[in-house]
């Protein structure tokens, strides 16, 4: 079966300019969860989605981020006004039970 | 609160050797807890994971120690081969439907040949 799919897989745009990354979560996974690594670092949390309860938004680093999800499904994360430090890999994951995340293998964004 | 630290930052096994990388947690909430190992320009991948109602899980040449009055758990690499050379993170999470995943900030493994 499929995993997560992530697109665009490598995205360079100009600083000041919005930047749309899409996931593709495993079929039936009910959790979404969005995740930044920036290079050689650790895993940080952005947003999480569950079924249809209001998302955990908790994390987002600034209001030029957003994230959906439509249907239960797809998941689009959005940043407005890219800055040179929103540079790194975008990580989404979904989960069947909550328990065993799996994860895809990112969006690589670069602003210069 | 949600913190989980990990340790050692980076580490360095011959061929053959132990790894051991330690991570401790705060919220004893937290009741799962597992390993993610990840290679560079992949995504990370679970490696294994345990409950607190065990103190240790073993599946090959990796296992997981846990000592829940400590609040700290580890990961053993036996007999450490090249292949292992990743990066390694521990993570904490709640018992569904709860919060999200708290991971630890890594730990990057070197296996010399």
């Known amino acids: 079966g499929a995993g997560v799919s992530q697109s665009p897989s490598n995205k360079v745009t100009e600083k000041g300019k919005d930047v749309e990354l899409r996931c593709d979560p495993i079929s039936g996974h009910t959790a979404l969860y969005w995740y930044r690594q920036s290079l050689g670092q650790g895993l940080e949390f952005l947003i999480y989605f569950q079924g249809n309860s209001a998302p955990d938004k908790s994390g987002l680093p600034s209001d030029r981020f957003s994230a959906e999800r439509t249907g239960g499904s797809v998941s689009t994360l959005t940043i407005q006004r890219t800055q040179q430090e929103d540079s790194a890999v975008y990580l989404c994951a979904s989960s069947p039970d909550g328990n065993t995340i799996y994860f895809g293998e990112g969006s690589w964004l670069t602003v210069v | 609160q949600q913190q989980v630290k990990q340790s050692p930052q980076s580490l360095i096994v011959q061929k053959g050797g132990i790894s051991i990388i330690n991570c401790a947690y705060e919220?004893?909430?937290?009741?799962?807890f597992p390993w993610y190992q990840q290679f560079p320009g992949k995504g990370p991948a679970l490696l294994i994971a345990i409950r607190p109602d065990v103190s240790e899980k073993k599946e090959g040449r990796f296992t997981i120690s846990f000592n829940k009055s400590a609040k700290q758990f580890s990961l053993h690499i036996m007999d450490s081969q090249p292949g292992d050379s990743a990066t390694y993170f521990c993570?904490?999470?709640?018992?569904?439907?709860?919060?999200?995943?708290?991971f630890g900030p890594g730990t990057r493994l070197s296996v010399l040949p």
């Open positions: 993570a904490a999470s709640h018992t569904w439907p709860g919060q999200n995943f708290v």
């Open positions: 919220n004893t909430a937290f009741d799962y």
